[in-house]
């Protein structure tokens, strides 16, 4: 059962263009969200976040969207730079007594073509 | 400054073998988390340790797997009589305080079982 869900595999982007990664949730319980960006051997870099009050947060190029009542949220980069290349994944917690648990999506390839 | 170290980055053990995963977070930082990422996917969830209580390890998927934080700091993921099915990356996070969201990431111990 996939709690959290990217459903595009990899995205093809041309540099200075705008790029979107889409994820989506099924657990009403989330209430914080995040995005990690990892390039190979390495491990995943946190990028971006939203608490689940909020509907959007921006910083710098990077901006993420939440749509609670889709259970949905996306992360758009612009412009796009060949050093965005990497994979993207979407990360969601429910906020716990203890230990704040990440649930992932399989993530998303982003390749910016310059 | 020292991020999330992990050591070995690359094992590979036979059918059978025990194998034992090291993990040095941040100094200081209370949480420390296991994930386990197979190819293709995301990471997914293991077990957490707030200093050297295991409060959570419901992610662990069978008895052979077993952790430890006993003094609080540096963590061993051990595995004993090893599967094929227990290849993947294994990724250990920390974060500063307990209520935290954004966790810092090692660079991973990739385990491969012939």
């Known amino acids: 059962d996939q709690q959290v869900k990217q459903n595009s595999p990899s995205l093809s982007v041309q540099e200075g263009r705008i790029s979107i990664l889409n994820c989506d949730y099924t657990?009403?319980?989330?209430?914080?969200f995040l995005w990690y960006k990892k390039y190979p051997a390495e491990g995943p870099t946190f990028l971006i976040s939203i608490s689940s009050i909020k509907d959007k947060n921006e910083d710098g190029r990077f901006t993420v969207f939440l749509n609670k009542s889709a259970k949905h949220l996306s992360l758009h980069i612009v412009p796009s730079q060949p050093g965005d290349s990497a994979v993207y994944f979407c990360a969601a917690s429910a906020t716990m007594e203890y230990g704040n648990k990440l649930v992932f999506g399989a993530g998303t390839i982003l390749r910016v073509k310059s | 400054g020292a991020g999330v170290s992990q050591s070995p980055r690359y094992k590979v053990a036979k059918r059978g073998q025990d194998v034992a995963l090291r993990c040095d977070p941040i100094?200081?930082?209370?949480?420390l988390f296991w994930y386990q990422q197979a190819l293709g996917q995301g990471p997914e969830f293991l077990t957490y340790?707030?200093?050297?209580?295991?409060?959570?390890k419901s992610g662990l998927p069978s008895d052979r797997f077993f952790a430890e934080r006993p003094e609080g700091s540096v963590s061993t993921l051990k595995i004993q009589r090893t599967q094929q099915e227990d290849s993947a990356v294994y990724l250990c996070a920390s974060t500063k305080r307990v209520s935290s969201y954004e966790q810092y990431f090692g660079p991973g111990t990739r385990l491969t079982v012939t």
């Open positions: 100094s200081g930082h209370v949480s």
């Open positions: 340790f707030q200093n050297e209580a295991q409060l959570d």
């Open positions: 657990n009403s319980m989330f209430d914080y």
